[in-house]
């Protein structure tokens, strides 16, 4: 298998927005991504953004042919998952900046043979579904 391109993980996601523009200032302030690129349309619209969170990359872009916010679409159809480093911390802020909780904080335990995370559920000002964990063992 080939690796994939330098500065790339080999699966990254693409999300839609109805004003993209609004949403990665808002995923960089309340769940701490990174803008590493922002290309603009030639209506002053998004046409492909690249945020980062380690080594994780998130497109985003404005709901259209190629995909619909969940505030167009109705619902959220998927969710992302993203390991941090303190999920209490992470929590405090993402709420703060006013993400709405679909799934409390809190450790769960899988077992011996598996592993214990602490993490919660949340949607973004559009609808997205998020869950953010720390590793506890």
Known sequence: MKPPPKH???LSVSLYYADA???I????DAFGFESRLVVDA???RVAHSELTFGEAIVMVGESG???LS???AGGATAGVFIYVDDADAHCARAVQKGATIT???KTTDYGADYW??????????????????????
């Open 8 to 10: 790339w993980p080999r």
């Open 21 to 23: 523009r609004t949403s």
């Open 25 to 28: 200032a808002w995923l960089c």
């Open 42 to 44: 030639e209506d002053g």
């Open 65 to 67: 042919k190629d995909g």
């Open 70 to 72: 969940p505030r167009i």
């Open 103 to 105: 799934r409390e904080l």
């Open 116 to 137: 214990c995370d602490r993490g919660y559920g949340c949607t973004d000002p559009e609808g997205h579904v998020w869950y953010f964990a720390h590793r506890v063992r």
